[in-house]
């Protein structure tokens, strides 16, 4: 096919388009941090979640080591059950505790891995069972109201029962 | 007017069958012609220039502009809430998800869409396709499959342009004039901007808005009455049935991409 003069016009405004697609996949979107790394699965239960969310991110120290695969109901215990999924180059002592924190005030919910001092490392399938629930705005705010109430002299037909 | 007459819905409603079904199938030849037309690269290579190139200046100074504008907005509601640093979030997420998209698709039928519908218009005025059809060229794939394909290809590199200069935009009134963290602007964007959630899916809407309004544009030539008057009503009609339609196709492909 011979060249015509549109050729070269055509295939800078291509270059153009996919460069703009580059910028947009490299500088504004998370290409590069997408880590590509192998998982290993393990499972917690939580007696309540609050508002954690699956692909939530897992930290420990504050660095990301993980992401939440999904939260399911576990209808035997009646708790939580929520998939982690966590990379294979970070190992945590099987003993390791959890527990649900918000980042700010009213951030996103992550979880927390605080590692603990077992001689065995975390595998894939095994279940986390120390941790430690989210906390629940209105239980804390039902406690204080309790503790409140208590202390004080209590106004005739609101007394809480114990 | 005897709407309520049984025969006239039946009459409506069997001429809208057959200007669907005369759609559908015009849409059916122009996609199963996509390997001839790349064959013959050279007509979709002056197409692509003729639709692409030209539209490259409207939608650069668009995306800048609506760049700076959400810049400025996005500041405004932002910093009652004491998150500016978010801003560089939701100018990207606003172009790549939303905007992007659909801006550069309105202006697209507008600016390409619009000279599609008259250039065929007029060669059919004019008799042309008659003259190719007697010379045994078939005019659907001669002239419309190329600048079906060419429209197809142009529109995801266009909005992908526009997203990406009106993020510059963005980043030029939030950074340098307002002067929000510039670390915090591109952290927060990386952070909060997935990659095939919603790049992906913006390069996907594009790519659909591409279909629809270049064949509404190629449609409603090749069915124009051959008269300047009908020229200029099928030129009209190619406007706002593919603004229309964008913004439609838009809210169902949002509901079925991003809602759960």
Redesign the interface.
């Known amino acids: 096919m011979e060249r015509s003069k549109n050729d070269i016009w055509v295939g800078l405004f291509v270059l153009i388009g996919l460069a703009a697609l580059v910028f947009l996949a490299l500088k504004s979107a998370n290409l590069l941090n997408l880590s590509f790394e192998s998982n290993y699965r393990v499972a917690a239960k939580f007696d309540n979640v609050g508002g954690l969310k699956p692909r939530a991110a897992v930290k420990s120290a504050g660095v990301v080591v993980g992401r939440v695969e999904s939260i399911t109901f576990d209808d035997k215990s009646f708790q939580a059950r929520v998939m982690l999924s966590l990379e294979s180059r970070y190992q945590f002592p099987k003993d390791s505790s959890l527990k649900i924190l918000t980042s700010g005030l009213l951030g996103e919910q992550y979880i927390g891995i605080e590692a603990g001092a077992d001689e065995k490392n975390l595998a894939g399938g095994d279940t986390i069972a120390n941790t430690q629930s989210a906390v629940v705005l209105e239980n804390l705010i039902g406690q204080f109201l309790y503790s409140k109430a208590a202390e004080g002299p209590a106004t005739p037909g609101t007394t809480p029962k114990k | 007017m005897r709407w309520w007459h049984p025969a006239d819905v039946g009459q409506a409603t069997r001429s809208l069958m057959d200007q669907w079904g005369y759609g559908a199938r015009l849409l059916t030849r122009m996609v199963l012609l996509f390997g001839p037309t790349m064959r013959r690269?050279?007509l979709v290579?002056?197409q692509?220039?003729f639709l692409?190139?030209y539209s490259?200046a409207i939608i650069t100074v668009s995306g800048l502009f609506v760049g700076f504008v959400l810049g400025l907005q996005g500041y405004y509601t932002l910093q009652r809430y004491g998150s500016s640093e978010a801003l560089?979030l939701l100018v990207?997420l606003s172009l790549?998800r939303e905007l992007g998209p659909v801006i550069t698709a309105l202006l697209y039928a507008g600016r390409a869409g619009a000279s599609l519908t008259a250039e065929i218009g007029l060669m059919k005025t004019g008799e042309q396709m008659a003259a190719m059809e007697m010379m045994a060229v078939d005019p659907i794939s001669r002239v419309l499959a190329p600048r079906f394909w060419a429209g197809v290809i142009?529109m995801?590199?266009?909005a992908?342009?526009f997203?990406?200069?009106g993020?510059l935009g963005g980043y030029v009134v939030g950074v340098l004039l307002i002067g929000v963290d510039a670390g915090a602007f591109?952290s927060q964007?990386?952070?909060g901007?997935?990659?095939f959630k919603?790049?992906g899916n913006g390069?996907v809407k594009s790519f659909v808005f591409g279909v629809a309004v270049t064949f509404v544009a190629l449609l409603q030539g090749y069915e124009a009455q051959p008269t300047p008057e009908g020229v200029s009503s099928a030129t009209t009609r190619t406007v706002v049935i593919s603004s229309l339609s964008v913004l439609g196709l838009d809210f169902i492909l949002t509901v079925m991409m991003f809602s759960i």
């Open positions: 690269f050279g290579r002056d692509i220039h692409g190139n490259l560089g990207a790549v142009v995801p590199l266009l992908a342009v997203s990406a200069v993020v591109w964007m990386q952070g901007v997935d990659v919603d790049v390069v």
